[in-house]
Nanobody
Framework: VQLQASGGGLVQAGGSLRLSCASS????????MGWYRQAPGKQRELVAA???????DYADSVKGRFAISKDNANNTVYLQMNSLKPEDTAVYYCNHQWGPYLEYEAWGQGTLVTVSS
């Protein structure tokens, strides 16, 4: 499985961006797709995830502002980011987990999101 992320960029505070992550390869029906981010000097953290059944989960810091969705037909996951804040500045990575215990995973290459104040 290979992941290709896109959609990052520079945006002013209060603006919006939409990230996309396309998965290639054979993906089992039970899986979790998600977005993580890593700001300079900080650990990578989970931003949002969505199960194959469509149940989303969000970090408290992005609830109400970000929305994760997926297109099963194209194996693509999206992250719509609204009301962006300077503290959202980070490299965003897409992640895909699969297997009976979600023991397998793949990472995208990361896309930089910069929010200016």
């Amino acid at each position: 499985v290979q992941l290709q992320a896109s959609g990052g960029g520079l945006v002013q505070a209060g603006g919006s961006l939409r990230l996309s992550c396309a998965s290639s390869g054979s993906i089992p029906s039970f899986n979790v797709m998600g977005w993580y981010r890593q700001a300079p000097g900080k650990q990578r953290e989970l931003v949002a995830a969505i199960t194959s059944g469509g149940s989303p989960d969000y970090a408290d810091s992005v609830k109400g502002r970000f929305a994760i969705s997926k297109d099963n037909a194209n194996n693509t996951v999206y992250l719509q980011m609204n009301s962006l804040k300077p503290e959202d500045t980070a490299v965003y990575y897409c992640n895909h987990q699969w297997g009976p215990y979600l023991e397998y995973e793949a990472w995208g290459q990361g896309t930089l999101v910069t929010v200016s104040s």
